[in-house]
Nanobody, 121 residues
Framework: QVQLVESGGGLVQAGGSLRLSCVASGSITRINAMFWHRQAPGKQRELVTGITSDGNTHYEESVKGRFTISRDNAKNTVYLQMNSLKPEDTAVYYC???????????????WGQGTQVTVSS
C-alpha cells in the first residue's frame, strides 16, 4: 500500500524558514505530479504549489518568490522550501501525489497526514 509521510513542520518566527519533506513509499511504479496543499484554521484546504514529473512548477500567488517546490525522483520525495514566512502561512500542510501502483495501470491520488506549520508574529 502506498503511503505519503510528511516531516519538517514546526514553529518559526515571522521572516524565518522551514523545509518540508514528503516521502512516498510502497509498491510504486511511477509518481506523476506532486503537490503541497494547506489548510488554515476555519478555512478550506487550498493548493499551494505543484510539480510535474519532469520538473515544471506552479505556485499560488501569495507564495510566489518565497516558497520553492522540488523533488527527488530517485527518493520518491518532494520538498517545500519556505522562506520569509508570514503569520498567514500558518496552517497544516499536506502532501498529495498522483501515483501509479504496481498493481494498477491508472494513477490514484494519495495524501499524507499533514504537518503543522506555525508562524509567530
Amino acid at each position: 500500500q502506498v503511503q505519503l509521510v510528511e516531516s519538517g513542520g514546526g514553529l518559526v518566527q515571522a521572516g524565518g524558514s522551514l523545509r518540508l519533506s514528503c516521502v512516498a513509499s510502497g509498491s510504486i511504479t511511477r509518481i506523476n505530479a506532486m503537490f503541497w496543499h494547506r489548510q488554515a484554521p476555519g478555512k478550506q484546504r487550498e493548493l499551494v504549489t505543484g510539480i510535474t514529473s519532469d520538473g515544471n512548477t506552479h505556485y499560488e500567488e501569495s507564495v510566489k518568490g518565497r516558497f520553492t517546490i522540488s523533488r527527488d525522483n530517485a527518493k520518491n520525495t518532494v520538498y517545500l522550501q519556505m522562506n520569509s514566512l508570514k503569520p498567514e502561512d500558518t496552517a497544516v500542510y499536506y502532501c498529495n501525489a498522483n501515483i501509479v501502483e504496481s498493481t494498477s495501470s491508472l494513477p490514484r491520488s494519495y495524501w499524507g497526514q499533514g504537518t503543522q506549520v506555525t508562524v509567530s508574529s
